[in-house]
């Protein structure tokens, strides 16, 4: 049984910086994809970024490009999201997924972290 640990939210400051981290263990195949998902309250969950195992192709959605950056540690079984330039719009809970294809659609992921607080704040 897969399971998704992340961490690394937190309060911070508009134009501050966060890295979440998502730690994934048990029986993961060998090409997956990762992907990261925020939800703010009221709204439905978001596909913000995912990275493919296979090839390594990244995306990023409009409201994230050029300030937030997925990468991968493979040898720790380990994705990060470096948040960068954080707006009070990031306000959300962050989850990370795996799923079989990379993509931003929620139920193509099998398996989800619980989720991590971030709070951007005046």
């Known amino acids: 049984q897969v399971q998704l640990v992340e961490s690394g939210g937190g309060l911070v400051q508009p134009g501050g910086s966060l890295r979440l981290s998502c730690v994934a263990s048990?029986?993961?195949?060998?090409?997956?994809?990762v992907g990261w998902f925020r939800q703010a309250p009221g709204e439905e969950r978001e596909g913000i970024s995912y990275?493919?195992?296979?090839?390594?192709?990244?995306y990023y959605s409009d409201d994230v490009k050029g300030r937030f950056t997925i990468s991968r540690d493979s040898a720790r079984n380990t994705v990060y999201l470096q948040m960068n330039s954080l707006k009070v719009e990031d306000t959300a809970v962050y989850y990370c997924?795996?799923?079989?294809?990379?993509?931003?659609?929620?139920?193509?992921?099998?398996?989800w972290g619980q989720g991590t607080q971030v709070t951007v704040f005046l």
């Open positions: 997924a795996i799923g079989p294809v990379p993509t931003t659609i929620p139920k193509f992921y099998a398996y």
């Open positions: 990275i493919s195992t296979k090839d390594g192709h990244t």
């Open positions: 048990g029986g993961i195949q060998r090409d997956y994809a």
